[in-house]
C-alpha cells in the first residue's frame, strides 16, 4: 500500500523524517518496502503567476506568457492550448531539469533559455510530464488558487510516498488511518480524526431501502442516498494524492469512494439511483447463471453461493468485488446510493478467486473487516461529497445491522509476559502502549494477577493472550531484548541412519573424484522416456508404472511435470551442460525419488544416490598422453566404492537389461536376491538424446533404503591388528571365453579358504598360445594368518586344493 | 732373523705400500672392486702372501703372521674409508643427474567436492548438535494438512496465499510440494512429547519466476524447540549463537516484527552484514543486515493442534533458507547457481568453504 506522508499527516504528526519513520514502522511490523519523493529533483521550478497572456508575434500556435514567481519575472513561449491569465502554474527557470516529452526513453534534460520563433523564452510552464507527476502533457499543470506564488515547487507539490507491505494479519493498517494510528503508537504522537457527516440526523428514508436477504455473507449495510450531485473531474489536492498512492482519478463520486477506501480501509461503491431499478438495494445470493457486466466490461456468469447486490430486478454488483456497468456513475448522474457494507472474507475470498477477479475492495474485504468501520466510512464519503457538490443533500441514509460487533475482551495472567518473550515488562509500560493503540487494559490484581484487555473491533487479529504479546513487544521494540540459551532438559539426540548411510556413501563418491549435484525434483516426459523397463515402467534402480507417477498440477515453464523416480535424466542435462566446456564430467547426487503407492496418497520417498560420468578419464597433463574415455569399468570402480562405504556385504554383479543402456555394457550390482544398483554405459541413442553426440556415459543408480535395510550392522567385531607378514602368490588361470570372470573368482575364493586376505585380478590375456576360444585370467592371492607365518607346506596344499577346485567348477587350468 | 724371514718382510712392505699408494688414485666404485680383488680378494696379493707363511720355520712363522694381519687390518680399514669416500661422491653426482624441475606440475588426483548446500547443511547441522537439537527429515510431498492446515493456515484465509504452491494431482486429498520445511513441526510434535529439540534440512518449493534472487526449488532449515520454560529471548540466544558460529563471534541479531501465521510472537532475524561491518555493501544490500528467516514463538493453535497444552508448554520456531545462506556467506550473486551445477560453480565453492 502507498502512503503519501502528506495525506498521513492529517492524521498524526510522527515528528521524524519520513525515513526514519519508514524505518521505526518496518521494525514495528509494517515493512516499509520503499520510500519515493516526488519533488527531488525540482530544483529552480517555483510556483509561478501568470500575469498575462499575449499573442506570439510570428506563430499562431504559441502564445507569450508573463509569469512572476517571487522576484523573478519572465516571459515565455508556450503552445500549451490551457495557459491563462490569473492561473498559478509550475514555472521552471534555467537550470531545472525537467523529463524531455520528445524523447523515446524516459530522461532529463537541463532547460536553457532559447528563441522560439523570434521570442526569447526565458523559462518554461511545465505540464505534469515534464515534472515526472503523470503522462500527461496536453496542457501545462495548472496549480490550485491557493499556492503560494514565489515558494518552491517542491514545497507545495512535492511529497514522499512510503510503500508498505501489507502482510494478511495487517487488515487494520491497510488504510492511511491505520498506518497513522500505528505511527502514533510507535512515536507516542497523539492521533487526529478527520471531519465527517452525522448520519444519525439523516432521514432514514424508505423502510425498503435496504434489504438483506443473505446475512450470513452481510453482516452490515449502510446506504446514503445524495442529492443534487454534480459528476465532474476532481479537485487537485483529490487527484494528486488517489495518484500518489496508486489510483487513477476518474471523477469526483469515484473518486471519494476510493479515497475513503484507501483513508480508512472500507471499501465503498456508488450506485446511480436512477439506475437502481425500485430505488433501492436487495443484498441476496445470485441465481444460478445469473449474469451481470461488471465495470471492466466483462460479461461474467455467478453462482448461487455468490454475494450479489441487486436492484428489485436484478443483479447490479459483485458484492465486495466489483460493481455493474449498467449502475455505474456517469456524467448524468445526479442522485447517488453510496454503499458501505461489509462482507464476509471467506465468501468474497471464493468470489474473487472464482471469477479470476482481485480487486482494491475485494483484498480488503478477503482479509476480514471491521463492520462497525462501515457506518465511519460512510460518513466520511458523505462528508466529502456534500463538500465537493455544492448544493448536494443527503434524502436518506439507512443502515442494516442486525448484530453489531462489540469489543471483546483477552484474558491471561500478567506473568504470561514474561514466559513467551523473557521480559518482565513494566505494568505501566503494558497499559500505556496497548492504550495507544487503541486497546481496553484493566490490571486488577496488578502484576502478580491477570492482564484484562478490551480489543477494539478493528483488530481482528487479536484474540488471544499472545497476540497481546505481540503487540507490546513489536512497539516496545526487540532491541533490548536479551539472549539467553534454553535452560531445561535436553532431549537425547539421535542420528538418523539413513543420513549416516548417505553421508559415507557421499563421501565415497566425492573421494572418487565426483561433484555432487543437486538437480530439479520434476522432469518431462521426453526426459523420462527412455528409461522404460518392461510394463511400462519408469526408472532405473527404482521403478514405478508411468501411468502412476506423480504428476504437478501446475508444473514451472518448461512443462516438466511428473515428480522423477530416477536421477539419471536431471543429472543427464547437466552433464550435457557442463561438457560444452569440461573435458571430463563425474556427477553424482544423492536424493529422493518418488514412488506412487496407492491413488491420491503420498508417494514412498525412496533414497538414491546417482552417478554419471563422461568424457576423458585423466585431466590433460604431461603424465596421460592418452586421453582414453570413461567407461563402464570407471562407474562400476565408483559403485565399488560407494557400495564398500555402504558396509554392502558380497556384491554381486550380473548383466542386465534396460531400455536406457548399452545392450551389451550393462549391470545390476545384488546382495543376495535384492538389487541395490543399477549401472552401466547408456545407449549412445539416449545420451545424443540429452545432447550428448559423442562419446561414453557411465551411469550408475544406487538403492540406499535397500542397503541400509541389508547392511547396517555396525555392532563391534574383533579386528585383530596383523603381527605376521602375508604372503601373495599368482595364479593364471585359463578357463573358456565365456566365463565370467566373478566365477573365477568365486572358485579361487571358495577354495583359499580363510587365509586369504587378498585377491586382485591384474591380467587378462587372450591368445594363440593357450587356444582360441580360452582366456587368461591371473589373480594375485594374499595369505596371511592373525597368529603364525605361514608355512611352504600350508601354502603347497593350498595351491592344490585351488588347483582342483578350478578344475571343478569352472574347468579352469593353472598356467606356469 | 733368518734370510727368509727378511724376503718376507720385504715383501709385505712393498706390497703394503704399493696397496695403499693404488688405494689413493682409486676414485670410482669399479677401481675400488678392482683393487679390493687385487689386494684383498680371494687371489689377491695379500692372501697370496698368508699363504706362503707354510714355508717358514715354525719359530719365525707367528711374527710373520702377525706381521701380515697388521697389514691386512690395515688395508682393510684404509679400504673402507676409502671406499666411504669414493662411494659418497659416486651418490652425489648421481643424485645430481637425478635432479627435475620442481616446478613442472604434480600428478593432479582426481577429486569431487560435496555441494555448497550439502557443506552448509552439514555444518549447521554441527553446530545445532552443540546445543542439543536432532537433525530430523520429513517428506518433501506434503498433504494440505500437514503443510497448512497444522500450521494455522486454514484453507480459506488470505495468508495461504502467501505461499505460491505446487500442487500434486490427486483426486481427494490436496497433495503439494511443501511450501517449507515448517509441516516436520507438527510431524516431529505429533510423535514425540516435549522437551522437544530438532532440526530440519530439506528442499521445499514454491511456485515462482526465477531470477537471481528466486529459485523454485531451494533448501530450508527449520529449528523447533518446545519446552515448558521457552522464551523469546532462548530464539534469539539460539540464533545469535548460529550467527556466530557462522559468520563471526562479533555478530549480532537484530528481530523486526514480522507475521508467519504459524508463530505469535513473529519475527524475521537478520545479522549484521560481517563484510562491510554494518556499513552497507552489495550483499547487504546497503542496509547493514542481512536478513536470514522468519521465526517466532511457536502458536499456540499450532501447539494444541499436536495435543500439546499451551498454558503449559512454549516453544520456538524459525526457518532459514539454505541458498541465502551461503550467498550471504560468500557473496553468491545469483540463486540459479545451486541448481545450474555449472563443475567451475561447485570448484570455486568446494575450494572457498574448504
Ligand atoms: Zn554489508
Sequence with gaps: MRVPIKWLRDYVDPRLAPEELAHRLTMAGLEAEKTERTGAGWDHVYVGFVHDVRPHPNADRLVLADVSAGEHRLTVVTGAPNVAAGQKVAIALAGARLWDTHSETPQLKTLKPGMLRGVKSEGMVCSEKELGLSDEHEGILVLDPGAPEGVPLADWLGDTVVEFEITPNLVHAFSVRGIA??????????????????????????????????????????????EGITVAPSPDWLARRLTAAGLRPINNVVDVTNYVMLELGQPLHAFDRANLRGGRIVVRRAGNDEPIETL???QRRLDGEMLVIADAERAVAVAGVMGGVDSEVSAATTTVLLESANF???????????????????????????????SDAAARATHLLLDLCPGSRVTAARDVYPSPVVPWAVRFPFSRFERVVGIAYPPEQVVSVLERLGFGVALPGGAGGDVIVTVPTHRTDVTIAEDVIEEVARIVGYEGLPDTLPAGRTPPVFRDPIALLQRRVRAALVGAGCYEAITYVSVSESMLAPFDSIGDRRGLVLDAPAADLLRLVNPMPGDRPILRPTLIPSLLERVAENLKHAPSVRLCELARVYLPTEPDALPREANVAAITLSGRREPLSRFAADPLPLDFFDVKGVVDAALAAAGAPEVEYRPFTHGALHPGRAAEACVGQTRVGVLGELHPRVAAGFGIENGRVAVAELDLDALLALGGDRSPVEVRVPKFLPVSQDFAVVVAKQTPAAEVERALRQAAGPLLTDLALFDVFAGEQIGDDKKSLTFRLTFASPDRALTDAELTKTRGKIEKTLA????GSLRG | MTNATTTFDTTLADLRDRALAALAVADDPEAMAAWERAYLGAKGELTGLLRGLGALSAAERPGAGRAANAVKQELTAAFAARNEAVASVSLEAQLAADA??????????????????????????????????????????????????????????????????MIVQSEREEIVLRTHTSP??????????????????????????????????????????????????????????????????????????????????GVDFAVDCAICGGGGCR??????????GGAGMVHPRVLRGVGYDPDRYTGFAFGLGIERMIMMKYGVDDVRAFAGNDLRFLRRMARLAA
Design chain 1, 808 to 811: 571343478q567348477r569352472v574347468g
Design chain 1, 344 to 374: 464476509g472474507m471467506a465468501s468474497v475470498r471464493r468470489t474473487a478467486r472464482l471469477l479470476k477477479l482481485r480487486t482494491d475492495a475485494s483484498a480488503r474485504f478477503e482479509r476480514g473487516l471491521d463492520p462497525n468501520l462501515a
Design chain 2, 283 to 292: 550483499v547487504c544490500k546497503q542496509t547493514g543486515w542481512l536478513e536470514m
Design chain 2, 184 to 265: 516436520m513441526q507438527a510431524r516431529t510434535m505429533e510423535q514425540t512429547e516435549p522437551p522437544v529439540r530438532v532440526i530440519v534440512p530439506g528442499r521445499a518449493y514454491r511456485y515462482e519466476a526465477q531470477d537471481a534472487s528466486h529459485e523454485w526449488m531451494f533448501h530450508q532449515l527449520e529449528g523447533l524447540a518446545v519446552d515448558e520454560r521457552i522464551t523469546l529471548a532462548d530464539l534469539k540466544g539460539v540464533l545469535t549463537e548460529l550467527a556466530r558460529q557462522l559468520f563471526g563471534p562479533q555478530r549480532k541479531v537484530r528481530f523486526r516484527c514480522d507475521f508467519f501465521p504459524f508463530v505469535e510472537p
Design chain 1, 296 to 298: 471492466d466490461h466483462q
Design chain 1, 181 to 226: 494510528r500505528e505511527a502514533a503508537a510507535v512515536t507516542g504522537q497523539p492521533l487526529d480524526e478527520p471531519p465527517r457527516f452525522d448520519l444519525d440526523a439523516a432521514p432514514p428514508g424508505a423502510g425498503d431501502l435496504v434489504r438483506i436477504d443473505a446475512p450470513d455473507l452481510c453482516p452490515r449495510y449502510a446506504a446514503v442516498v445524495i
Design chain 2, 100 to 165: 627435475i624441475d620442481v616446478t613442472l606440475p604434480g600428478r593432479a588426483p582426481i577429486l569431487g567436492a560435496e555441494h555448497p548446500v550439502t557443506r552448509m547443511v552439514a555444518e549447521l547441522g554441527e553446530i545445532f548438535a552443540l546445543m542439543g537439537f536432532q537433525t530430523v527429515y520429513g517428506p518433501e510431498v506434503e498433504t494440505g494438512h500437514y503443510n497448512f492446515d497444522l500450521l494455522n493456515i486454514p484453507s480459506d484465509h488470505p495468508a495461504r496465499d502467501v505461499w505460491d504452491t
